[in-house]
């Protein structure tokens, strides 16, 4: 497996291999976010196939919650691996290793992340792997769909944050 930054000629296969239903632009958006400069958009790939994704958002987290605790920690956004028979093979902690590592090299001290209250598995691997709860939040967002209407959700999560100073897992 090899997890590197998104290139532009990978968006489309992201966008075959790793579905978004509802939200056709998102690996676009979030490569664009790359091309800023304002994160990085990682992918992870099996045999020439993107299994996996997570956009480090240099600037933090956008939860006015989040915020007011941890400023611009740096954020590892939308981690995903897909399909999700995937899952449970070691993908997931290799998305989170590698955006540590970026942080390290970028002088930072931590990485943080949200996980829903929906998601106790995703919980599980994050406090495995040295992720400590710090603040519960509402992740707000919004997708577009393919008519074109914006739709608003909200969703219970605590964000986690771990100190790079020590490798776990």
Do not use: K
Not at 80 to 85: I, M, Y
Not at 122 to 131: E, H, I
């Amino acid at each position: 497996m090899e997890i590197r930054p998104c290139r532009a000629a990978d968006v489309p296969l992201l966008d075959r291999h790793l579905p978004t239903p509802g939200a056709p632009s998102r690996h676009a958006d979030r490569f664009a976010r790359q091309e800023t400069g304002a994160g990085t958009y990682l992918v992870a790939w099996r045999d020439g196939v993107p299994v996996g994704n997570g956009l480090v958002r240099w600037d933090g987290c956008a939860a006015p919650e989040v915020r007011a605790v941890l400023g611009d920690c740096p954020e590892l956004n939308g981690l995903d691996v897909w399909p999700a028979e995937l899952r449970g093979q070691g993908i997931g902690t290799a998305l989170i290793h590698a955006p540590e590592e970026l942080v390290r090299e970028r002088g930072g001290a931590a990485l943080g992340l949200g996980v829903g209250d929906d998601n106790p598995r995703a919980a599980a691997l994050y406090a495995r792997l040295g992720y400590e709860p710090v603040v519960t939040y509402t992740d707000r967002w919004t997708r577009t769909d393919e008519e074109g209407r914006t739709h608003a959700h909200a969703d219970g999560g605590t964000f986690v944050v771990r100190s790079l100073g020590v490798r776990g897992g």
